[in-house]
């Protein structure tokens, strides 16, 4: 690891103007940041030590309904937080299948935003990667690809945003607050994760001292909690990354859907809203039939980046089977567990 | 750069000056404090063999620079266990079999006290077995780990019974 200078600044302020200079790098709990470090993938000169920052490790209920959730909060208080868990289920079910109990102690909600679109290639100083090494080139291109992008990817980089928590927050039309140089702006998470085109070195659309404070949920949010799922499938039970993840939220009144939620994981360099999928089901029927011709849309503009068409396939499986569970309802306990071969519980 | 920081290592205060800031809590508990019990296995946050409990909760100690934690409680397998006697986690891991090598032992047994003391796994093993999947065995002991880990929440639940009683 490059030695680095630390400053553990007091306010976001004084943060975001040491944060500001050149090589410069923002620390919450560092669990991406660390491990990337350790592999000399991240050299920052410099790390800003945010965890001291006041006010920004609390949930509020706002007087609108929606609900603020601070950048320092960390991902396992989030989920387990009873009425968290009752109003965004499929959102406190993602959290809970990413990473490990470990890992969920630590990260925080910010962080969480915030990590790398990774593959083994970017963690590999010894292959080319463009978002590593802007201009390298891509060995993901022509190498164990079987896990990379089908949507949204170009030849600078196929590789895919790994956040599970990202998935069902751009579903419900989640709001990112930032603190910067000139000010407080805000932008909807969807826009905050770029595509790579031809600039993958590019991630975000933060500019150079720009800080994640707090992380919103609009009031509408809360009307999907009856029928809220998130699907995660791994090549192993638990902690491993989404091979392929589905979001679905669904408003269903009078025996039709009035509105449906459905984003992706797994699937691109950032969390894919399925907006044509939303569509089709808008005023449909609660059948499978609806499904599956929204997950045809869903996947509609998908390609194979390498050994991976099988991806396209699998997604609007998943798409329907957490389609048909959300409809089904939510279930009592939240986070149900993920599917695993020991379980006792079909389907879980 | 001299960073001076204060923490409270299973129960002691201990003031430190760190002379590098990129000192992780598990090289300065192994390296610096000699506090070895913590193992260091992929030094990634893949394994879980660092797990230690930072203000009560157990965390990988490889990702976590002790700079960041002025001020924290921490505590090791070095100090769970009471003069002679063995923690309920310890002793159940013991009569179950719960490990082969031990490389991993540590940090298993704190990974699951930190989970009984988060009371989220209740009595179902699967609960338990995806709670703890942070914790990697290459010995494979897993089904004695569960066991150990619903034994010891059982009875460390019985014994907080009988004294509120």
Known sequence: MMNFDYVRPASVA????????????YLASGTNLLDLMKGG???????????????????EHLADGGLRIGALVRNADLAHDAGFARNYPAVAEALLSGASAQLRNAATVGGN?????????????????????PGAGCDALNGENRLHAVLGWSEGCIATHPSDF???????????????????????????????????????ALERGDLIVALRLPAEAQGFAKHARYIKVRERTSYAFAVVSAAASLRIEDGSIREARIALGGVAAKPWRAREAEQVLAGAAPDVAAYREAARAALAGAKPSGDNAFKIELAQRILVRALTLAAAGTPDRIPALPGSPFSSVAGA | MN?????????????????DPRVTLLDLLRERLDLTGTKKGCDRGQCGACTILVDGRRINSCLALAVSHDGAEIVTIEGVGHGGELHPVQAAFIAHDGFQCGFCTPGQ????????????????PERVRECMSGNLCRCGAYQGITEAVLEAQSNMTASKQRRSA
């Open chain 1, 14 to 25: 004084d943060a975001i103007a040491v944060g500001s200079e050149k090589g410069a790098s």
């Open chain 1, 41 to 59: 993938v991240s050299r920052p000169s410099r790390l800003v030590d945010l965890t001291r920052l006041p006010g920004l490790d609390r949930i």
């Open chain 1, 113 to 133: 935003l915030m990590q790398r679109t990774r593959c083994a290639y970017f963690y590999d100083a010894g292959s080319a990667c463009n978002r590593r090494w």
């Open chain 1, 166 to 204: 990202c998935v069902p927050l751009v579903a419900l039309d989640a709001i990112v607050e930032i603190e910067g140089k000139s000010g407080r702006r805000e932008l909807p998470l969807e826009a905050l994760h770029r595509l790579p085109g031809e600039t993958p070195e590019r991630e975000t």
């Open chain 2, 3 to 19: 960073l001076p920081l204060s923490l409270t290592i299973n129960g002691v205060r201990r003031e430190i000056t760190l002379d």
């Open chain 2, 109 to 124: 047994i704190m990974s699951g006290i930190g989970l009984i003391g988060e009371g989220q796994a209740g009595d179902d």
